[in-house]
């Protein structure tokens, strides 16, 4: 009994702590996105990577353009998106990411709830289809050349993002969230549609292969 109340008092003290951030978070007209996608591989030095773009997208305008590199099947994508953002002069100014998906470079996974933490503000990803959880999970397994500590850390990542919650809109969307709650991100995407991520997506696109392929 006194096990279940503790943890009852702790979910609701999360609770309490996750409404007074999101408080902060205000949808408005003004707010600056940062919009992220990565390209088709790309071999750099003899390694597979992909480019990262980040798109700062505000009032209907893009103001910024980001970029790093990442392997294919890597690591590093959460360790490098943060780098881009701290050292570009945004750092401070950003209110929102979005990602396509949680997966980039092959499956370099990334840790949303990490970025939340980092910046302290929502970081959303947001794709066509709707992510099968178990499928994603099998196909780290079968990665090769991949230690069993590797994979799991994957994993965990995969499960710390949570089961895609589907948002009613044209196109029919599906979305994994932190720092948001499912109405916030409703009344965000409602504001804002896909076109802060459809822009990163062609100019990542467009970059790589000379062209933009393909759609959000």
Known sequence: MQELLEKTNKAQKQMKEFRSQNKKFKISKNLRILAIDD???ISTSGRQQSLL???IYRDGKIEGVLSTKVDWDGE????KIIQMIRSSRFANQIQIILINS???AGLNIIDIKNLH??????VVAI???KPSISNLQEAVRKL??????AKERKIENIKKAGEPVEIKFKPRLF???????RYQLIEFINEFGIEPLRLAHIISSGVVSGESKGRF
Do not use: C, L, M
């Open 39 to 41: 390209s088709p591989p």
């Open 53 to 55: 773009i980040g798109v």
């Open 76 to 79: 590093d994508s959460t360790k």
């Open 102 to 104: 949680i997966t980039v």
């Open 117 to 122: 933490e980092e910046f302290s503000i929502p």
């Open 127 to 129: 794709t066509r289809h």
């Open 144 to 149: 090769k050349e991949h230690s069993a500590d």
């Open 175 to 181: 979305s994994q969230f932190a720092g948001i709650d």
